[in-house]
Each structure stands twice: as structure tokens, then as C-alpha cells.
């Protein structure tokens, strides 16, 4: 069961992130382009964060997995 949530976390975690940083990126093409950029930017930020945290969520199944071994 701990391998399961471990993958979900860690993949889902890694996909937002990048898909953040995509975001991210689109929000600056946007500012450079004197675009409105604003809500571009702040999804990109709550997206990132979020991939963080599954990422952390995943790192710490991982351990728990490694300590029960």
C-alpha cells in the first residue's frame, strides 16, 4: 500500500511541478509581452507549490517504506 501512495505522490507530485514552471514560464512571456500576466503568474505559484508538496508527501512514504524493511 505504501509503495502505491509513494508512486502517486512522487508522479503527480513531479508532473504539477513542471507543469508549473510552464505556467511560469508563460506568465513571463506574458509580462515581457506587456500582457496581463498577474493570474498567469499566481496559478503558476499555487501549481508549483502544490507538485511541492505532493513531492514531499511522496519523500516521506518513502522513508517510511525504507524504515520498515
Avoid: H
Wanted: aromatic letters at 16%.
Amino acid at each position: 500500500m505504501m509503495k502505491i501512495k509513494w508512486l502517486a505522490f512522487s508522479i503527480s507530485g513531479l508532473v504539477l511541478f513542471g507543469f508549473g514552471l510552464s505556467l511560469l514560464g508563460e506568465a513571463i512571456i506574458l509580462k515581457y509581452e506587456n500582457k496581463p500576466f498577474f493570474w498567469f503568474g499566481t496559478l503558476a505559484l499555487a501549481v508549483v507549490n502544490s507538485g511541492l508538496c505532493l513531492f514531499g508527501n511522496a519523500i516521506r512514504y518513502r522513508l517510511q517504506m525504507d524504515r520498515n524493511i
